[in-house]
């Protein structure tokens, strides 16, 4: 398709709209139309213009959009005031920033949103209609941008649902069969933003950071599935940045948390039906009593579709004991026998479904909940490659080293790009997954990474999460408005408190550099500026949650 010129403020097929486009418009070849957006200097189309191929998933073609475009439907921008310039400039500024963020994938044939196993249970109606009428809306992250689209079905054809998380293609040979083994991790968009913003659930039931992940297998026509979630303790609790290495979580005390525990697990039930929660947090310290609410409330609901099973990931794994995971692996066997996989054949008859799934997870649903998961997709994966006769009796996936090398390095690569789309680094313990060993280099790697995360948690997630809730409709701007959420105005202790602290730390160390007169005049310069120094860090620290990014588009009351 290729886009007409930007006079236009509407949107139109070329068929219909090829007789009043003038000769001097100036067409671009796109790849997919993202959407549109309204922002203070008007409407913007979002359009994809460099595009990578992922592989191809049962014939159709998977791309990695690499590249996108905001077109103005306004030729200038001079009917805006400075103002309005800054704040518009400030939310391309932010849409840009979504979507920078590595891993939006698309398909023009084929819908990335569903599993093997939705798919295979639908309608023929079902099947007739467009990528967009039928996805699965908690995976297309574009939704907001094509509520235009959605409304004339002639456009259907060219708009793009996009899914973000990751997706990898391989094809693999084990016995010299070859066989396509694919990783495809759906992020939802409901409830979505950044760690420590965003914990918990909503009102609505949904969790945050919550993630999808399908393991696909093809091999001589057949086809074979296994599905994880992972997702937010799903229960009202926040851990909101306040400059401490690691905030303590707290659990309102004001809302009734079963409605909308309830809400998600109905939800889950209905998705994906019988449901193991492998909870992996601390089972002491400030995570504990996350834990203990967590287990209370599963036990109240009385379901027999929710079993619970709190396993504590540090306390077993400590000493760089990994091998124990094996316990967690052995204790859900039977549970994981029980609900099977997906299975059809050649001929497209369904051999086998998968009655329940895995919900996984941890404080941030990315570095323990990633290693489980490999975990129980391999175990599954074993099961369905000697099922379909690419694995002879007794052989196992360890033992094929070349395949093994893909599967390990892809799920860690899965994990890090969960980790980087919500807690802004790759993910830790990823030496691990690769490896199948803990190394004192993957120590050091992860406390490199937390370092990271812990900066831009407090002094970026700020933006990021404004980005997020623009991007996904959670903020809506008027044309021709100025932003106003946008020009709060930092206290003064943001800028007097470090300058001071700063002042401070400096005369300390001038003071020991250059001694005085005395030993007894040094010190008491030392202890004064020493004291000051120390004295105004105390208090930045007890005001922290004043010094860090804070969003400003949503309100915070709005995100707990």
Known sequence: MRQKSRHYAKIQTVEKAKKDIPASAVTTDIYGIIGTVRLVAGMYLIVITKKKKV??????????ATDVDLISYKKTMLHLTDIQMQDNKTLLSMINNVLSTDGFYFSPTYDLTHTLQRLANTSPEFQEMSLLERADQRFVWNGYFLREFSAQPELHRFA?????????????????????????????????????????????????????????????????????????????????????????????????????????FDSQIISYGKQVVLNLVNQKGSE????????????????????????????????????????????????????????VD????????????????????????????????????????????????????????????IYKNSWADNADACAKQYAGTG????????????????????????????????????????????FLGNYAVEEGDSTSSLHVQKDWKFLALPIIMVVAFSMCIICLLMAGETWTETLAYVLFWGTASIGTGFIILYNGKDFVDSPKLVQKEKMD
């Open 55 to 64: 592989g191809d998933l049962f014939g159709h073609a998977i791309w990695k």
């Open 288 to 343: 504990k009593p996350l834990e203990q609410a967590f287990s209370k409330m599963v036990s109240s609901m009385n379901n027999g579709m929710v079993r619970y099973i709190a396993f504590d990931f540090h306390k077993e794994c400590s000493h760089m004991r990994w091998d124990r995971l094996q316990i967690l692996v052995d204790q859900v066997a039977p549970l994981q026998d029980e609900f099977g996989y997906f299975l």
């Open 160 to 264: 793009c649902p996009v899914v973000h998380g990751f997706i990898v293609v391989h094809s693999c040979s084990v016995n010299g069969k070859y066989f396509n083994w694919i990783l495809i991790s759906r992020r939802s968009c409901f409830r979505a933003g950044v760690r420590y913003y965003i914990r918990g659930i909503d009102s609505e039931g949904h969790a945050a950071n919550f993630v999808e992940t399908e393991q696909i297998v093809q091999y001589s026509g057949s086809k074979a599935s296994f599905v994880q979630t992972r997702g937010s303790i799903p229960f009202f609790w926040s851990q909101r940045p306040n400059l401490r290495y690691k905030p303590k979580p707290q659990i309102s005390k004001t809302v009734n948390h079963m409605d909308g525990f309830q809400r998600h």
């Open 427 to 470: 993910a830790l313990k990823t030496d691990y997954t690769r490896t199948g060993k803990r190394t004192w280099w993957g120590l050091l790697m992860d406390g490199w990474n937390s370092l990271i995360r812990y900066y831009r948690n407090n002094f970026s997630d700020g933006f990021r999460q404004d980005s997020i809730d623009l």
């Open 346 to 405: 050649a001929d497209g008859t369904v051999l086998s479904q998968q009655e329940g799934t895995f919900r996984s997870n941890c404080m941030d649903c990315l570095d323990r909940t990633n290693v489980i998961q490999s975990l129980l997709a391999r175990r599954s994966l074993q099961a369905q490659l000697q099922r379909m006769g690419v694995l002879h009796v007794g052989q196992k996936i360890e033992e094929q080293e070349k395949f093994e090398k």
